[in-house]
């Protein structure tokens, strides 16, 4: 049973507008939330995290917010660029101070089209 | 180098050989992480290294043996594999710290057993 789930395997955008990647969990000990990115022929690479104890976190381009009564949480990407065309993946933690217990979900693929 | 550097990025083997995959990061970290990504799964934890200690081993079948020299080196030691090991294998790093943290990954080896 999958404990991080991105429902979504892929999302085209158009350039310039709101990109919205969403993730749902189920593990309601999750209290560390990370979303990474995958281009192809790389590994992921950090993008943005929230604390439980925030709703919202921003990050240039990129907002994370966090919904913990609906255990759900959404990646913003606005404007979208063609060069945010990659795999996304949502990652949950059920304790801070560690990665040893991240669990990922599948991956949203994007395509921003120019 | 900086990051995190895996090598080889693909290697294709018979189901009798032995090969090691390789892993090096260079940012200073205390904890090190083999991953497995086959297609359309999450990505896996297979292993866990703290300070060169392994604190887990999430039910990975013995044909994989992981081995950390030190705290910048991490092997994958692989043999009498089977086609379904087949994957993309990344490794990652993170220093242990309290409070939140996130991994670097390497770009990660294409494995094919043939």
């Known amino acids: 049973d999958q404990q991080v789930k991105q429902n979504s395997p892929s999302l085209s955008v158009q350039e310039g507008r709101i990109s919205i990647l969403n993730c749902d969990y189920t593990?309601?000990?999750?209290?560390?939330f990370l979303w990474y990115k995958k281009y192809p022929a790389e590994g992921p690479t950090f993008l943005i995290s929230?604390?439980?104890?925030?709703d919202k976190n921003e990050d240039g381009r990129f907002t994370v917010f966090l919904n913990k009564s609906a255990k759900h949480l959404s990646l913003h990407i606005v404007p979208s660029q063609p060069g945010d065309s990659a795999v996304y993946f949502c990652?949950?933690?059920?304790?801070?101070?560690?990665?040893?217990?991240?669990?990922f979900g599948i991956g949203t693929k994007l395509q921003v089209i120019p | 180098e900086t990051g995190v550097t895996q090598t080889p990025r693909h290697l294709v083997m018979g189901m009798t050989n032995k090969k090691s995959l390789k892993c090096e990061q260079h940012?200073?970290?205390?904890?090190m992480y083999w991953y497995k990504q086959s297609a359309k799964k999450p990505l896996e934890l297979m292993f866990v290294y703290n300070f060169k200690e392994q604190t887990e081993n999430n039910s990975v079948p013995s044909r994989f043996s992981p081995e950390c020299p030190n705290s910048s080196h991490l092997f994958l030691h692989l043999h009498t594999l089977q086609p379904e090991d087949s994957a993309l294998y990344l490794c990652?790093?993170?220093?242990?710290?309290?409070?939140?943290?996130?991994?670097?990954f390497g770009q990660g080896t294409r494995l094919t057993v043939v």
């Open positions: 990652a949950a933690s059920p304790n801070s101070g560690g990665y040893q217990k991240v669990t």
């Open positions: 990652a790093s993170s220093q242990v710290l309290q409070g939140d943290t996130e991994a670097f």
């Open positions: 929230i604390s439980s104890i925030k």
């Open positions: 593990n309601s000990m999750f209290d560390y």
């Open positions: 940012l200073g970290h205390n904890a």
